[in-house]
């Protein structure tokens, strides 16, 4: 976690002497886990609930426009975290790690088209790596009182990918806002141990991987530097 923060520090130091336009963006997303969701479901509920369906995102990136005026990089910082209490069982999900983001202007067709538009669109292809913690608590209970907490965690480098929709709003030359839709997706996502521990041995690891998917709906707020006085 250390090297996560000093990795941030660095990012945001070394943005703030570039000219291109640092953001920030904050959203609540929903997630689904269905093969982890089927187990918590069979084995700890008993009925339907939403496993580790709502989370919250947060992202620190930064723009750098390519020459061809359609296309520009915008590498990011990205955390993601889930939560669900059910009585005395507690799950966590949280993952932080790095995007390459390359977005696509489709109706940007030449820089002067780029500099006098007031709203422009982006398709953006979002390929990340990131550090994957998992962490299942359980209070186990005598006579009323908790005696003992059983604790299963597991973490891992997991790769994803994500698809995202921009429209980004020119407010002034130095702030935009840039209302966004998307979806990013864990492939093979593997909590070692959770088919076993949930179901108390009936069944091995049929269902410790999953294909964890976010779908995410927020707000980017953008700070060209490079017009700051």
Not at 62 to 81: G, M, S
Not at 222 to 227: A, E, F, P, Q, S
């Amino acid at each position: 976690m250390k090297k996560c923060v000093l990795l941030s520090l660095l990012f945001i130091l070394t943005a703030l002497k570039l000219p291109a336009q640092l953001g920030l963006t904050v959203a609540p997303t929903q997630g689904f886990a269905k093969e982890w969701q089927v187990m918590v479901e069979n084995y700890v509920t008993g009925r339907h609930v939403d496993f580790l369906k709502y989370s919250n995102t947060a992202t620190i990136d930064y723009i750098f426009q390519l020459d061809a005026p359609a296309w520009r990089f915008q590498p990011a910082l990205h955390a993601a975290r889930s939560h669900t209490i059910f009585q005395n069982h507690d799950f966590e999900v949280y993952s932080i790690g790095v995007l390459g983001n390359m977005n696509f202007a489709p109706f940007i067709k030449n820089e002067e088209k780029l500099n006098s538009a007031k709203s422009i669109l982006y398709l953006q292809f979002s390929p990340g790596l990131g550090y994957v913690r998992q962490r299942y608590i359980k209070t186990v209970s005598e006579d009323g009182n908790p005696v003992d907490r059983f604790i299963l965690t597991d973490k891992k480098l997991a790769f994803n990918i994500g698809l995202n929709v921009l429209f980004e709003i020119k407010l002034t030359q130095l702030l935009t806002l840039s209302p966004h839709a998307g979806i990013r997706y864990f492939p093979n996502l593997e909590w070692e141990g959770f088919t076993e521990t949930i179901s108390d041995g009936a069944f091995t690891d049929e269902y410790d991987k999953v294909d964890w998917r976010h779908y995410t709906f927020g707000l980017r707020i953008g700070l060209n530097l490079d017009k700051v006085k």
